[in-house]
């Protein structure tokens, strides 16, 4: 069967070249038909044919509300072939008083909460147009401005609305577009037309002025914005930057110093439930230590309360750590990428922006005053041609009677035009009374009067300023002032002092004992004065190590291998139990052993020594381990392991004693204070090492336990005093077997 000829021109293109064009219609389709707002009225396509739609309904804010599904229908069947849905969605955001914070739609039923809920279908809710939406529709049937054919040609639809109200920026805007976005916050509506009037009497502004009007932007849920207005100003200046937004809190108190924290107000386009959500997941993962419980209790209005642990939390510090993991802080960008009237994509100014907007009013202006105009000279025509009635009544009245043609005889007559020839046939017997008369040439005086007001403004510059400042300051006083819907909801800060959330203000802060046994079982016991003999521990097993410390803490412990290591005490295991390995915690070799285990205290320094005899004195902080490998701070010798680690800050003394019952008494002064190494000879031993040794006052004596119950003191030290590096002498008599102060 013989292929068909082809249809059509067919020619040979590149496929590149194609793909090319055809993408870059998409884009401009994109960029100028959906994603971006005209910078005039603030709007995108489907927001303008859903108001202009809902005008021809004559839903005005005066009338009746009508189903959506009857908006929607009209818009898609007239302006805009898209899904319904889509539409749908569109008016539903223009009616929802916490996403627009000046509402274009008044809607009746559900349309959605704060809660990220969605809106009722389109069947069962209704709307009208509001008094924000009015003015921005204000003279679109004076010729204000340009309309064009819709989609199948069968109707028409305005290009830009007359926008009285500064809708691009009162509203914002966001959209992405191909290889373009836009994101403009919400401002109020007072401020703008306060930088409006200022820039009318100021062409030459700069942003610094402008800014004196326009604090910043002012969402419809309130918050705060925490930033400088070096940061304000630069963004307003280029178009481009962003904002810091935040929950307005309340402290709360609830006496005897307990209090809880209402946050009232969340940040703009954050879903609560998403939010509270997001809460309830980090105190699950044991992520905000700091709060106990968190409910909703909102109603019509936003109401979070959050319970701190304790009274002892500072509630700055508790609300920062939220700020930083959750919704309640976000960044609200700055991208005032809009359609010029030309109908280019770029990034704006405010000034830029607040100009354009005044441009176009001035332009409205014009065209609504030439319309006005030419309907008064049509009127004034109209009724010229009247008044020829009254001066010849009986012969007007005889030439209808009579003529065959009484229009053409009435123009040829009186040299009338057709249009006053067609008023005078078109009145009726009543209107001939000569009060009428009187009416008419009042009527002419007052359009006389008009066409002169009307001429003197279109051929002067400075008065269509002045108008359009008075058109400007109406509608601040509409939309502005103290109202409800006018007054600044959202507060201009500058950013707190950065809070460093230190880890003690993340726990809970009580008093514990931390147990140790002899082989390395550790947990914490409640309260101080824990008798560590009194413990219950493993068969074969016994107390080692018992420090008074505070849930806040952090346990240092020093090891036979010469490293630190650090372990927070709220991760040790409490309860009744014998507790948990300390080597799980940390990596401590199985040939090595503990030599000492202390909590960490600022400013506390410490003396550390191998068996060889060497030793120095390090700085509290240098002890401290970030990791679990831990910090290798004294390096034994070959053959030596680390035996000595005594607090150093509250003496000036250190008696040193050998497993040849041997002591050395040195001045600490005499010992180096270093960070790390093998350090220097503190004492030489012929036989063993070193065994033991204490920080003592020289003044107060060297003490050491006999007994239990017995402790001795010795003041006359003279013969062990020595320098670095001694041997010493033999123990004073009654000094213990075990070589050790006790």
Same mark, same amino acid.
């Not at 793909?19 to 219609?25: I, K």
């Given at each position: 069967?013989?292929?068909?000829?082809?249809?059509?021109?067919?020619?040979?293109?590149?496929?590149?070249?194609?793909?090319?064009?055809?993408?870059?219609?998409?884009?401009?389709?994109?960029?100028?038909?959906?994603?971006?707002?005209?910078?005039?009225?603030?709007?995108?396509?489907?927001?303008?044919?859903?108001?202009?739609?809902?005008?021809?309904?004559?839903?005005?804010?005066?009338?009746?509300?009508?189903?959506?599904?009857?908006?929607?229908?009209?818009?898609?069947?007239?302006?805009?072939?898209?899904?319904?849905?889509?539409?749908?969605?569109?008016?539903?955001?223009?009616?929802?008083?916490?996403?627009?914070?000046?509402?274009?739609?008044?809607?009746?039923?559900?349309?959605?909460?704060?809660?990220?809920?969605?809106?009722?279908?389109?069947?069962?809710?209704?709307?009208?147009?509001?008094?924000?939406?009015?003015?921005?529709?204000?003279?679109?049937?004076?010729?204000?401005?340009?309309?064009?054919?819709?989609?199948?040609?069968?109707?028409?639809?305005?290009?830009?609305?007359?926008?009285?109200?500064?809708?691009?920026?009162?509203?914002?805007?966001?959209?992405?577009?191909?290889?373009?976005?836009?994101?403009?916050?919400?401002?109020?509506?007072?401020?703008?037309?306060?930088?409006?009037?200022?820039?009318?009497?100021?062409?030459?502004?700069?942003?610094?002025?402008?800014?004196?009007?326009?604090?910043?932007?002012?969402?419809?849920?309130?918050?705060?914005?925490?930033?400088?207005?070096?940061?304000?100003?630069?963004?307003?200046?280029?178009?481009?930057?962003?904002?810091?937004?935040?929950?307005?809190?309340?402290?709360?108190?609830?006496?005897?110093?307990?209090?809880?924290?209402?946050?009232?107000?969340?940040?703009?386009?954050?879903?609560?439930?998403?939010?509270?959500?997001?809460?309830?997941?980090?105190?699950?993962?044991?992520?905000?230590?700091?709060?106990?419980?968190?409910?909703?209790?909102?109603?019509?209005?936003?109401?979070?309360?959050?319970?701190?642990?304790?009274?002892?939390?500072?509630?700055?510090?508790?609300?920062? #750590? @939220?700020? &930083? /993991?959750?919704?309640? +802080?976000? !960044?609200?960008?700055?991208?005032?990428?809009?359609?010029?009237? =030309?109908?280019?994509?770029?990034?704006?100014?405010?000034?830029?922006?607040?100009?354009?907007?005044?441009?176009?009013?001035?332009?409205?202006?014009?065209?609504?005053?030439?319309?006005?105009?030419?309907?008064?000279?049509?009127?004034?025509?109209?009724?010229?041609?009247?008044?020829?009635?009254?001066?010849?009544?009986?012969?007007?009245?005889?030439?209808?009677?009579?003529?065959?043609?009484?229009?053409?005889?009435?123009?040829?007559?009186?040299?009338?035009?057709?249009?006053?020839?067609?008023?005078?046939?078109?009145?009726?017997?009543?209107?001939?009374?000569?009060?009428?008369?009187?009416?008419?040439?009042?009527?002419?005086?007052?359009?006389?009067?008009?066409?002169? #007001? @009307?001429? &003197? /403004?279109?051929?002067? +510059?400075? !008065?269509?300023?002045?108008?359009?400042?008075?058109?400007?300051? =109406?509608?601040?006083?509409?939309?502005?002032?103290?109202?409800?819907?006018?007054?600044?909801?959202?507060?201009?800060?500058?950013?707190?002092?950065?809070?460093?959330?230190?880890?003690?203000?993340?726990?809970?802060?009580?008093?514990?004992?931390?147990?140790?046994?002899?082989?390395?079982?550790?947990?914490?016991?409640?309260?101080?004065?824990?008798?560590?003999?009194?413990?219950?521990?493993?068969?074969?097993?016994?107390?080692?190590?018992?420090?008074?410390?505070?849930?806040?803490?952090?346990?240092?412990?020093?090891?036979?291998?010469?490293?630190?290591?650090?372990?927070?005490?709220?991760?040790?295991?409490?309860?009744?139990?014998?507790?948990?390995?300390?080597?799980?915690?940390?990596?401590?070799?199985?040939?090595?052993?503990?030599?000492?285990?202390?909590?960490?205290?600022?400013?506390?320094?410490?003396?550390?020594?191998?068996?060889?005899?060497?030793?120095?004195?390090?700085?509290?902080?240098?002890?401290?381990?970030?990791?679990?490998?831990?910090?290798?701070?004294?390096?034994?010798?070959?053959?030596?392991?680390?035996?000595?680690?005594?607090?150093?800050?509250?003496?000036?003394?250190?008696?040193?004693?050998?497993?040849?019952?041997?002591?050395?008494?040195?001045?600490?002064?005499?010992?180096?204070?270093?960070?790390?190494?093998?350090?220097?000879?503190?004492?030489?031993?012929?036989?063993?090492?070193?065994?033991?040794?204490?920080?003592?006052?020289?003044?107060?004596?060297?003490?050491?336990?006999?007994?239990?119950?017995?402790?001795?003191?010795?003041?006359?030290?003279?013969?062990?005093?020595?320098?670095?590096?001694?041997?010493?002498?033999?123990?004073?008599?009654?000094?213990?077997?075990?070589?050790?102060?006790?």
């Amino acid at each position: 069967m013989p292929l068909s000829a082809p249809l059509g021109e067919v020619r040979e293109v590149d496929f590149a070249a194609a793909l090319g064009e055809r993408y870059l219609s998409y884009a401009l389709s994109t960029i100028m038909s959906r994603s971006l707002p005209d910078v005039r009225d603030g709007l995108k396509p489907v927001h303008r044919r859903i108001l202009h739609a809902m005008r021809q309904l004559r839903l005005d804010p005066t009338a009746g509300y009508k189903k959506c599904a009857r908006v929607v229908g009209d818009v898609i069947g007239k302006f805009h072939p898209h899904g319904e849905l889509a539409v749908y969605d569109a008016l539903v955001r223009l009616a929802q008083d916490f996403s627009q914070r000046y509402p274009l739609v008044d809607g009746q039923g559900n349309f959605g909460n704060v809660d990220g809920d969605n809106a009722a279908a389109m069947r069962y809710t209704e709307s009208r147009l509001s008094p924000v939406a009015q003015a921005m529709l204000e003279g679109i049937d004076e010729n204000a401005v340009d309309f064009r054919p819709t989609y199948d040609g069968e109707d028409s639809e305005p290009v830009v609305l007359p926008a009285r109200f500064p809708n691009l920026l009162a509203n914002g805007a966001t959209g992405i577009a191909v290889g373009m976005a836009t994101s403009i916050p919400p401002h109020n509506a007072g401020e703008l037309c306060a930088a409006l009037l200022h820039l009318i009497e100021n062409p030459a502004a700069t942003v610094d002025a402008l800014c004196a009007h326009v604090q910043g932007p002012d969402f419809p849920t309130g918050g705060v914005v925490v930033e400088t207005a070096e940061s304000i100003r630069q963004a307003y200046a280029t178009g481009r930057g962003s904002f810091r937004l935040r929950a307005r809190w309340t402290n709360e108190s609830l006496g005897h110093g307990a209090y809880q924290i209402a946050v009232t107000e969340i940040p703009f386009g954050v879903p609560k439930s998403r939010l509270v959500e997001k809460i309830a997941a980090l105190l699950d993962e044991r992520k905000l230590p700091l709060i106990a419980d968190l409910r909703d209790e909102s109603a019509e209005d936003v109401r979070l309360v959050i319970e701190p642990k304790n009274r002892n939390v500072d509630p700055e510090t508790l609300m920062e #750590q @939220l700020f &930083r /993991l959750t919704e309640l +802080e976000i !960044r609200v960008p700055l991208n005032l990428n809009v359609l010029d009237p =030309a109908g280019v994509p770029r990034v704006m100014s405010l000034k830029e922006a607040l100009q354009a907007f005044l441009d176009h009013r001035r332009d409205v202006l014009q065209r609504m005053s030439r319309h006005r105009l030419a309907a008064v000279a049509r009127r004034i025509e109209v009724l010229n041609g009247q008044i020829v009635v009254y001066a010849n009544l009986d012969e007007v009245i005889r030439i209808i009677r009579e003529a065959d043609d009484p229009r053409a005889e009435i123009m040829r007559r009186w040299e009338l035009s057709e249009a006053q020839a067609e008023a005078i046939l078109n009145m009726r017997l009543r209107a001939l009374r000569r009060l009428e008369e009187a009416a008419i040439r009042k009527e002419l005086a007052g359009l006389a009067a008009e066409e002169r #007001q @009307l001429r &003197r /403004l279109l051929d002067s +510059e400075r !008065r269509q300023w002045r108008a359009v400042a008075r058109e400007i300051a =109406a509608t601040a006083a509409e939309f502005g002032g103290d109202s409800a819907l006018g007054r600044r909801r959202t507060t201009i800060t500058e950013p707190p002092i950065v809070v460093d959330i230190p880890v003690a203000a993340l726990i809970e802060r009580e008093l514990v004992t931390v147990l140790c046994s002899q082989k390395g079982w550790v947990r914490t016991v409640r309260g101080h004065n824990v008798a560590a003999a009194d413990q219950r521990h493993k068969d074969g097993d016994g107390p080692r190590f018992a420090i008074e410390a505070e849930t806040t803490d952090r346990l240092v412990a020093f090891a036979t291998n010469g490293r630190f290591y650090t372990v927070p005490v709220e991760r040790l295991p409490g309860g009744r139990g014998h507790g948990e390995p300390l080597r799980l915690m940390i990596d401590l070799p199985n040939e090595h052993d503990l030599v000492a285990m202390f909590a960490y205290r600022p400013a506390m320094e410490l003396l550390v020594a191998a068996s060889d005899g060497r030793g120095f004195v390090i700085a509290g902080e240098e002890a401290l381990a970030q990791t679990r490998a831990g910090k290798q701070i004294l390096t034994p010798g070959s053959g030596a392991v680390a035996r000595i680690c005594v607090r150093a800050e509250e003496g000036d003394a250190v008696a040193l004693v050998g497993d040849n019952r041997r002591m050395l008494i040195l001045k600490l002064d005499d010992i180096p204070l270093m960070s790390r190494g093998r350090g220097v000879i503190l004492q030489r031993c012929k036989t063993g090492g070193l065994v033991d040794a204490k920080v003592f006052r020289l003044a107060d004596g060297l003490s050491w336990r006999q007994s239990e119950a017995r402790t001795r003191t010795e003041t006359d030290l003279g013969p062990w005093l020595g320098r670095r590096g001694g041997a010493g002498r033999l123990v004073p008599s009654g000094f213990p077997r075990s070589n050790k102060f006790g």
